[in-house]
């Protein structure tokens, strides 16, 4: 467990009242109270964006904001020539080139470039997944994870196959459409489809044979030859005709 912090469950989940934002921790909704809804905040946040009004409290973070719809990038990289808006976009790329990693996790020894990356990264060690999936209720420590989830859910639904939740245990049960059998992973059903595919193509396989033993057996009557005895396909093929 990482230290000062408790396991996250789907239960503990404390809501704002002005945007229903939703917090892991009590100390993480009052701290966006504060920054985001407060009289002081918004009162302070003066310098608005002339283009999508997102307010700043300093001139200079709107002048900063401003780049990205103008596509300004005055920093520049002096080893790639790549450019960025912001100055300290521009010093966490040099790292890349550095390989300059101040940031230590101090669970794991895990070492990374950007503060940003870090906190994320201390989500797996604290168990908090503030991003939930509102079709199944899987919870992820960063939104990324979560976009990937849900385009299995537009996946699955763009193939016509099912799934359900199963009451009390929080687990989204992937059924398969041909037989009903479910699985706790898609992953697992994808397996189990190419059973069900394999088994087709064995049906579908042997109607051929019918169909042709048939077919011979037909032949050999047309001719006039009034009995074929067929033996074993598994065995090499030898014929054995009686005529009247």
């Known amino acids: 467990m990482y230290p000062g912090q408790s396991v996250y469950t789907m239960s503990q989940k404390f809501s704002c009242d002005e945007c229903d934002e939703a917090f892991p921790l009590y100390d993480l ?29 300093q001139r200079t973070n709107l002048r900063t904001h401003e780049r990205v719809h103008s596509g300004e990038r005055p920093y520049k990289c002096a080893m790639c020539s790549k450019a960025f808006y912001q100055r300290t976009n521009l ?84 059924a398969c459409g041909e037989c009903g059998k479910a699985f706790q992973r898609q992953s697992l059903l994808k397996c189990h489809e190419k059973t069900h595919q394999l088994e087709q193509q064995s049906l579908k396989q042997k109607a051929c044979e019918d169909k042709e033993e048939d077919m011979t057996l037909s032949n050999y009557k047309q001719s006039g030859i009034s009995q074929a005895v067929f033996p074993d396909t598994s065995s090499p093929l030898l014929l054995r005709i009686t005529t009247k």
């Open 29 to 57: 909704l009052k701290a966006h109270i504060r920054t985001t809804h407060s009289l002081a905040s918004q009162q302070q946040r003066s310098y608005c964006c002339a283009i999508c009004n997102k307010a700043f409290t």
């Open 91 to 174: 010093r966490n790329h040099i790292r890349t080139h550095t390989n300059e990693r101040p940031y230590t996790c101090t669970v794991c020894g895990r070492a990374f470039t950007q503060r940003g990356n870090l906190y994320l990264h201390e989500r797996i060690h604290s168990g908090i997944r503030p991003f939930q999936c509102n079709i199944c209720e899987r919870a992820f420590s960063q939104k990324g994870n979560l976009k990937s989830h849900l385009r299995t859910h537009e996946r699955k639904k763009d193939a016509g196959k099912n799934y359900s939740k199963v009451e009390g245990n929080n687990i989204t049960a992937f």
